[in-house]
C-alpha cells in the first residue's frame, strides 16, 4: 500500500468550477507526456504554415497510418483547410535546438504570415505538396486516408498514411525499433512544459507464465 | 543548414516491403514518444482487466474530454468489450517502480485472469465500475461519451469525460498546470522503450511580435 500524501480528489463539478485559465492548464496537462511534433502544410496560394501539434497517434502498421487531433479552438484554422486542400501534411520532431522556435510557431499568426519565416525555421520539399522542417532529424510525409469530425465538441480527428521518411540510418536499430532519444526528440506535458528524456531500458515481448528480460 | 549524416529514405514501398516484424517495430516507433496509462475495466461478471495503452489524447477542457486509440490487432478484446458493457475507465500513470508490471499486462492473458493478480498490481474503487491502479499517482476515472470506427483498419477511438481525478495536491501548479514530471510518469517509444523524462523548461504564451520567456 502507498501512502497518498495531501492526496486530492477532484471531481467533473470541481473541474468545471475551476476558474477558465486554471481549468485550461490543469485539464490540457493531465493526459500526461505527450510527443510533439511541427506539422508542416502548404496554402493554395503559396504560404506555409508550421503548426506545433501533440496529439500524434499511431494507427497502424499495415498500411502505415499515422493520426492526429486538431480542436477547432486551438488549433489555427490554415492547417486544417490545407490538408484538405492538397491532401497531404508533413510530421517533423522537435529537437532541444530549436523547441522556442517551435513554442512560438503556436503564436497566432495571419494567414498572410509563414510560421518559417516568422521563426526562422527552414522548409525543404520532396515529393509532397508540402514543406518539411530542415532542422528535424525525422521527417515524415503523409497523404490522408480518413477525416473523422467528433460530434462531442466539434474536433477533427485526420488520418494519413506514410509515404516518406527521412532520418539518419544509424538510429534504426537492426530489429527496425527507431532510437527516439536518440533522434532527439523532446516531450510535451501541459501547454508549456519542456522535456528531455533519459533511456530506462528497453523490456522484452511479454509473454503469459514468462518473466521479462532487458533487452 | 544541418547537416544530414547517413540520412535515409523510406518510402510507402520499401516500408511494406520490410520483413514482417521489422516493420511492426519501425512503424510503430516512427510516430515517437508516448505517454503510457494502464487502462482499467472490468467485465460483467467481475474480473478486471488493465491494458497498457499509448495513444491517449486530450479532446477538449469544456467539458473535459480525454481520448484513446484502441487497436484492433493488439489490444484485447476485453477492454473494448468492458468499455461498452459499464460505460467507463480509469487510467493511471506508470511509475518506474513498476514499469515492468504495466509491461507485463500487455502479454495475453485469457479472459478469466486478472492482469491485477498476474501483475501484482493492487486495485482500488471509487464512483465508477472500474478498478484504480494503487501504485499509480495520477488515476483518473472517465465516463464514455463517443465510440468512433475507424473505416480505414477498424480500429476504435473511445473518447470519455474525465469524471474523477485522485492524485497529490502538491504536484498541482498555482496557475492550474500539473507537474507531470513531478508525478513520476513514464514516457515510451515503440513496443518497449522506457524512458523517464528531465525539464528543459517552461515557455510564456506565445505571441506575434512578442519574445518569448522562461517560466
Not at 506555409?48 to 486538431?70: D, Y
Not at 469530425?149 to 474536433?155: E, L, M, P, R, Y
Not at 540510418?169 to 501547454?191: F, H, K, R
Request: proline share 4%.
Amino acid at each position: 500500500m502507498s501512502k497518498k500524501q495531501n492526496q486530492q480528489v477532484y471531481t467533473s463539478k470541481s473541474i468545471r468550477e475551476m476558474e477558465h485559465r486554471f481549468r485550461t492548464n490543469f485539464v490540457n496537462s493531465l493526459s500526461g507526456f505527450k510527443g510533439l511534433q511541427l506539422v508542416g502544410t502548404i496554402s493554395k496560394s503559396g504560404i506555409t504554415n508550421l503548426a506545433p501539434v501533440s496529439s500524434i497517434v499511431h494507427f497502424g502498421v499495415n498500411p502505415s497510418l499515422i493520426g492526429m487531433v486538431l480542436r477547432p479552438d486551438t488549433v489555427p484554422r490554415q492547417t486544417l483547410q490545407n490538408i484538405m486542400d492538397n491532401q497531404c501534411w508533413t510530421l517533423n520532431n522537435v529537437l532541444e535546438e530549436f523547441y522556442p522556435q517551435a513554442h512560438q510557431c503556436a503564436a497566432r499568426y495571419d494567414e498572410y504570415t509563414s510560421e518559417f519565416r516568422a521563426t526562422s525555421l527552414t522548409e525543404t520539399y520532396n515529393s509532397l505538396k508540402a514543406p518539411y522542417v530542415e532542422q528535424s532529424s525525422i521527417q515524415i510525409g503523409l497523404q490522408l486516408t480518413e477525416r473523422i469530425d467528433v460530434k462531442a465538441n466539434g474536433t477533427h480527428i485526420l488520418i494519413g498514411e506514410v509515404i516518406e521518411v527521412f532520418m539518419p540510418q544509424n538510429i534504426v536499430e537492426v530489429d527496425g525499433t527507431i532510437n527516439i532519444q536518440e533522434s532527439g526528440s523532446l516531450v510535451v506535458a501541459g501547454l508549456n512544459s519542456y522535456h528531455k528524456t533519459s533511456k530506462i531500458s528497453r523490456l522484452s515481448y511479454p509473454k503469459v507464465g514468462k518473466g521479462l528480460e532487458v533487452l
